[in-house]
């Protein structure tokens, strides 16, 4: 059996295929496979390595499977969340929707919609950091609607799940919300043979394609968003980084005011967000 150094530094090659950070994943993979920590890695470094177990994980990741269906476990906004196949992967650029809600709530206690909730990341970021008196998830996936309940759970967040298609998912006279969030799918049929082999054979196609122009789901939530929003309230939805003009021009259309976009870290255009009716 080689040293763990030797077997790191084997991995890490391999992994160079599918990867731009290959040590850092062969160091998550040999942590996972071998249950260790991240300073057993660096004391055990000269120890030999289990090699045997941490090989089926490489050759999963070889495949181009995510690491976080690998690992089982990936951090969002701070938060180590449980991630399960077949679930959007929290991405990083999803945080500035989190942010853009936590923002707007400021100190009020608030009623919060997430849509499409996947992993439930989005509705748990916000209510660790926002003083929520009640929020509320939605997904048509039972995978999500099983994993968003057990993650809050896990954080001791109240997240009221629902199982249904977007607004559809929420009992008739069900009160209004301060702020409603989305990262729904929208990326176009079109663009389908574009995506990463990680994310294209991998993910469901229904958290990601949504119509021709990727903007099917993005239409009916803005459509419907003012009959579920309290005078005042937000709605912030994630978008894919050609959208922003259309995306403005619908909710400016729809009658929202304080229509704004922000960037993600790349500089693309990724969450959009506006306001609903006069204002507390
Ligand atoms: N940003 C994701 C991607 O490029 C798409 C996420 C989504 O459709 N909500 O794959």
Known sequence: MPP????????ADRLRAVTDTPEFEAALLAR??????????????REPADTASLEPLIRRRLSAEPIAYILGRWEFF??????????????????????????????RPARVLDLCTGTGC??????????????VATDIHPVALRVAASNAAEYGIPLDVRPGDLFAALADGAAPFDVIVSNPPYVAETAWDTLAPDIRNFEDRGALLSGPDGLDCIRRIVR????????????????????????????TERGFRDVSIRQDLAGHDRVITGVWGAGA
């Open 122 to 135: 989005v509705a748990i970021a916000i209510a660790r950091n926002a003083p929520v008196s009640g929020i």
């Open 224 to 251: 419907d968003a003012p009959l579920w929003l309290s005078p005042g309230g937000m709605l912030a939805l994630e978008m894919g980084e050609e959208q922003g003009a259309v995306a403005r021009a619908l909710f």
């Open 78 to 107: 701070s938060i180590d969340l449980a991630v399960e196949a077949p679930l959007l992967v929290p991405r990083p650029e999803t945080e500035h929707l989190v942010e853009a809600a936590i923002r707007h709530l400021g100190q």
């Open 32 to 45: 996972h496979a071998w249950g260790w920590s991240r300073a057993r890695l660096v004391l055990d470094a």
């Open 4 to 11: 763990v150094r030797e077997a790191l530094a084997d991995a």
